[in-house]
């Protein structure tokens, strides 16, 4: 019985690609030097999966920042302001896309599907000049055949690469990427052709938009492509993977019906009703079945006895020979390696599984399937299993309770924003325009060095507490200097946004390396929510009030709103996830009572992972925003009109949800909006009316560019066109602590000088 991985994680079990990638953007280390790391990354990946016993392996799916922008690469798709000339694509011009330049600014950047992992977003019109510029799938399934080792090389499929694009600048918006799809699949049939000649025997085409609603035409694209590859494919076995939902009836229909392709991939944990179309409508003959019953996308260890059962169910179906055991979707969504993990409790480690333990998850069930059970490994898998159901620290009563008593009501502030604004403006007396940031400013290797010290009692808490006061008070008067009118404290006690508040709140476990790549060389760790969530004591309070008292301008509160550190853990699999964010909303209403009494007037509740966690198919949308919504207004329904609440939204395409963000009732949103060439102001255009304080963002602080004067002064004439004065605030996109105080302080210089170039014209023109 053959086994099979969709993807691996890509980065390390320590990180090495990360530090290697960001010595080279730094210019310390050469691109041969960084091509050397990312050669063993490889080389001891392939060999990983080789001992766990894998059959099937997959290549090309280690990427220096991407797999979108790779396929973007493979296919010449530059847009022209890179001025790229034609031949096999480059570092530079591969990172100047990924990140921009000092004159240039990047492509967009979006969230992959419902993940944290973002991609880069392909710019496409109909005078486009596709060409095959990127040999990157050949070398690299050559390069592991040198090893001795055949893979699976990994193509993201044409349909869902130009079902992901956007029309570029300057191209209708009603333009049909899909009428592209003639001009790209020959240079897929020229991969498939040269992988072919090199010995490949199997190629597999990631199509995760088939989970999506589709029309008939968008579906049409998929038979049209997989028929066009079909004649380059003799002799090479395609397989087409779909992941991170069910899929939808028709779909099934269409591509269980394709021609060109020999096996089709489902994910069975997020796409359970896919389980019952297959028994229902059956499965082609002629076809093989890739069944992910390992979880790619959490962290929790397999049932192997539940998984079993539900192959064998399978087995019976398509037959012995016909049913490959696979991941759901890519590792690349969880961590690395819990070996790595010394310092966990052994109890909950032994709940657990990262990419490592799920390649032998895999083979062990694939072993099993096939007659030759390991009895002693699923006998610790079941003990394991029995343990996490029983265990007392999982539950607390007391907390179900309370989360419970929430349904009976809506949690919604009495009075109407607009008349809120008026008594917060009256309290906080700001300027039109105020100019704010989203939260953390640069944390510099110093600062990361005193935190890591004072975790491994190297420095006193008073030492600790000394260095973190000195360093609020710098970015206190920093912004100060700047002129900035509602300030940060710069978040200098924070390793990550969500792990912060995790450490601190029960129910929540932490790894040392269970790090997750976000994006490029960012990778974030999520925490464990393995139990019911409550908080033993104030978290932020201590450094918010030192903050204040600072400074006589609004010090902002700063908090990770429920949903967002919902979406950006590994939760419980074991109650709805809407159980758990009731109650972390619970712990974070009781954070921002605590900032309120302690004189905190401005609160910031971010929820940049709100849209992220928006189920893909539309019939489940209006569920999962009714009680994510509900979820944030119960941080702040206790608190006075005039407190403000900020909330912040980074990397999603907004525009569909925008009365849920309306519903969640924040007097002031501020929310990513430089990068997507502004197309969140559409909706302003369209006539959708936004009452509350608004700060779509002016600088892109995922790029190295430091955006002009001119160029930010020109971004809130925009809002201006579509915006009220009176609730347009002028921010960043996001909070500035991967960047360097080199790049912040002239950006902020800019941010600021714009808000108030624009003020004086605003003055004149009244």
């Not at 302690?598 to 940049?608: H, L, P, R, W």
């Not at 201006?720 to 360097?740: S, Y």
Request: with cysteine.
């Amino acid at each position: 019985m053959a086994s099979h991985v969709v993807g691996y994680p890509r980065m390390g079990p320590k990180r090495e690609l990360k530090f290697a990638l960001e010595s080279f953007w730094d210019g310390k280390t050469s691109a041969s030097a960084l091509e050397v790391v990312a050669k063993e990354l490889r080389a001891s990946i392939w060999k990983q999966m080789v001992a766990a016993g894998v059959k099937l392996i997959p290549s090309n799916t280690f990427s220096y920042y991407d797999q979108v922008l790779d396929t973007t690469a493979m296919l010449g798709a530059v847009p022209p302001r890179y001025g790229f000339a034609g031949g096999e694509i480059g570092f530079d011009t591969y990172f100047s896309m990924a990140r921009g330049n000092a004159t240039l600014p990047a492509m967009e950047m979006t969230k992959w599907f419902d993940t944290n992992y973002h991609y880069i977003v392909p710019e496409l019109g109909p005078e486009i000049k596709f060409a095959y510029s990127s040999h990157k799938a050949v070398a690299e399934y050559k390069e592991a055949k040198e090893l001795g080792i055949d893979t699976v090389p990994v193509l993201v499929g044409p349909v869902s690469y130009l079902l992901l694009s956007k029309p570029a600048k300057g191209v209708a918006k009603t333009f049909n990427l899909l009428s592209l799809l003639g001009s790209i699949l020959p240079i897929y049939k020229q991969v498939v052709s040269e992988l072919k000649a090199a010995g490949a025997t199997w190629v597999q085409f990631d199509e995760p938009s088939l989970v999506m609603d589709l029309e008939a035409h968008q579906l049409e694209a998929f038979s049209k492509a997989y028929s066009y590859l079909e004649a380059s494919s003799l002799g090479v076995n395609l397989l087409v993977e779909t992941y991170f939902a069910d899929i939808p009836v028709e779909t099934y229909k269409t591509i269980t019906s394709l021609k060109g392709i020999s096996a089709i991939g489902f994910d069975l944990i997020r796409g359970t009703k896919t389980l019952d179309l297959i028994k229902e409508i059956g499965f082609p003959s002629d076809k093989i079945l890739f069944a992910g019953v390992v979880d790619g996308r959490n962290i929790w260890a397999n049932d192997l006895a539940a998984s079993l059962t539900v192959l064998e169910s399978l087995e019976s179906i398509v037959g012995k020979d016909k049913l490959v055991v696979s991941t759901s979707c890519s590792l690349l969504h969880t961590a690395v390696d819990l070996e790595n993990e010394t310092k966990l409790d052994s109890e909950i480690k032994s709940w657990l599984a990262f990419a490592a333990q799920k390649l032998i998850e895999v083979d062990a069930l694939a072993k099993a399937l096939a007659g030759q059970k390991d009895e002693a490994f699923f006998g610790v898998n079941a003990s394991a299993q029995a343990s996490r159901r029983t265990s007392p620290r999982v539950t607390n009563e007391a907390v179900q309770k309370a989360a419970a008593a929430l349904k009976t009501s809506d949690h919604r502030r009495a009075t109407p924003v607009n008349i809120r604004l008026e008594q917060q403006q009256k309290k906080l007396n700001l300027p039109i325009l105020p100019t704010t940031t989203i939260g953390s400013f640069p944390q510099t290797v110093e600062l990361r060095r005193v935190r890591r010290e004072y975790k491994i009692n190297k420095i006193s808490e008073e030492e600790y507490v000394s260095s973190i006061k000195e360093e609020i008070a710098k970015v206190v008067k920093l912004q100060e200097d700047l002129d900035i009118d509602v300030l940060v404290h710069g978040e200098p006690e924070r390793n990550d946004m969500v792990e912060y508040f995790g450490e601190q709140l029960q129910g929540f476990a932490f790894t040392v390396n269970g790090w997750v790549q976000s994006y490029g060389s960012r990778c974030v760790k999520p925490p464990v929510i393995y139990g019911d969530v409550s908080r033993p004591k104030p978290m932020t309070v201590f450094w918010s009030k030192m903050a204040q008292s600072m400074t006589a301008r609004p010090m902002k509160g700063m908090l990770t709103g429920p949903v967002t550190i919902l979406n950006w853990s590994f939760v419980r699999n074991d109650q709805p996830r809407s159980e758990t964010c009731m109650q972390i909303a619970l712990a974070i209403k009781d954070e921002v009572e605590d900032l309120e009494a302690g004189g905190i007037q401005v609160i910031q509740i971010d929820e940049a992972a709100l849209r992220e966690g928006l189920p893909l198919r539309k019939a489940e949308h209006a569920y999962y925003l009714d009680w994510a919504v509900h979820g944030f207004r119960i941080t702040n329904c206790g608190v006075q009109d005039t407190t403000q609440i900020h909330t912040h939204m980074c990397y999603s395409n907004f525009n569909d949800i925008i009365h849920s963000i309306i519903d969640m009732d924040a007097d002031v949103i501020t929310i990513e909006n430089s990068r997507s060439d502004e197309k969140l102001l559409s909706v302003f255009r369209e006539g959708v009316k936004y009452g509350a304080g608004i700060g779509p963002g002016v600088y892109d602080i995922h790029s190295p560019r430091i955006p002009s004067l001119e160029e930010i002064a020109d971004r809130i004439s925009k809002m201006l066109a579509v915006l009220e004065t009176n609730i347009l605030w002028v921010n960043p996109d996001c909070g500035l602590k991967t960047r360097k105080y080199t790049e912040v302080v002239p950006a902020l210089t800019n941010v600021v000088a714009a808000a108030k170039l624009l003020r004086a014209q605003l003055a004149s023109a009244k």
